[in-house]
């Protein structure tokens, strides 16, 4: 059964940067034809695509946010890792962790780490 | 971007009554693979989202077939056929045809 676990810090303060990893288990992000991202939720508020990464390396970003965001992975630990800069309470949210079947079809996720930025 | 538009923003279902929502995207998932990359989520509470359905109609793994999902172009359906107290939640309907990929705005579904 795969299962991700995002992991990282809770409390950010502004200006500061980001930094989320997601565990893979059950299975290899090396496996071809997925892709690996993260989406977030803010509080009482719907979803938000940020990007993904394919084990190539080959990274897509949400528009919005590509100026902030960088999406890595590290085959040798079935890790992936998502770093926002600059953050601004805007950033707020509940981070999820994907598993991207191709076109956008997120068939697994993570439980979501909350990450407040504060002031 | 696409914009997502899901209809009602809430609904109330007693057991064993059927549900519907609706969904319209602000222009046509009809790709040039002859596919729709539309998917339909349920986030239950205190719970991510779950995919329940995948290209406009085809159930996910494990998803029970009172859910199905229909349309074309740019409108699409989610029926319950017949609602049990664990379809609580809110239902998300989502495209996958261009960066970005973009959400409805959700459906509350309350069981009576």
């Known amino acids: 059964q795969l299962q991700l676990q995002e992991s990282g810090p809770g409390l950010v303060k502004a200006s500061e940067t980001l930094f989320l990893t997601c565990t893979v288990s059950g299975g290899s992000i090396n496996s071809n034809g997925y892709y690996w991202g993260w989406i977030r939720q803010p509080p009482g508020k719907g979803l938000e695509w940020i990007g993904s990464i394919y084990h190539s390396g080959s990274s897509y970003y949400n528009p919005s946010l590509k100026s902030r965001v960088t999406i890595s992975a590290d085959t040798s630990e079935n890790q992936f890792s998502l770093k926002v800069t600059s953050v601004t309470a805007a950033d707020t949210a509940v981070y999820y962790c994907?598993?991207?079947?191709?076109?956008?079809?997120?068939?697994?996720w993570g439980q979501g780490t909350l990450v407040t930025v504060s002031s | 971007d696409i914009v997502m538009t899901q209809t009602p923003l809430s609904l109330s279902v007693t057991p064993g009554q059927p549900a519907s929502i609706s969904c319209k995207s602000s222009?046509?998932?009809?790709?040039?693979?002859?596919?729709?990359?539309l998917y339909w989520y349920l986030q239950k509470p205190g719970q991510s989202p779950q995919l329940l359905i995948y290209?406009?109609?085809s159930r996910f793994s494990g998803v029970p077939d009172r859910f199905s999902g229909s349309g074309s172009g740019t409108d699409f359906t989610l029926k319950i056929s017949r609602a049990e107290a664990e379809d609580v939640g809110v239902y998300y309907c989502?495209?996958?045809?261009?960066?970005?990929?973009?959400f409805g705005g959700g459906t509350k579904v309350e069981i009576k």
């Open positions: 989502m495209h996958g045809v261009d960066n970005p990929p973009t």
């Open positions: 994907v598993r991207d079947h191709g076109n956008w079809a997120m068939d697994y």
């Open positions: 222009q046509s998932l009809l790709q040039s693979d002859g596919k729709t990359y």
């Open positions: 290209e406009v109609s």
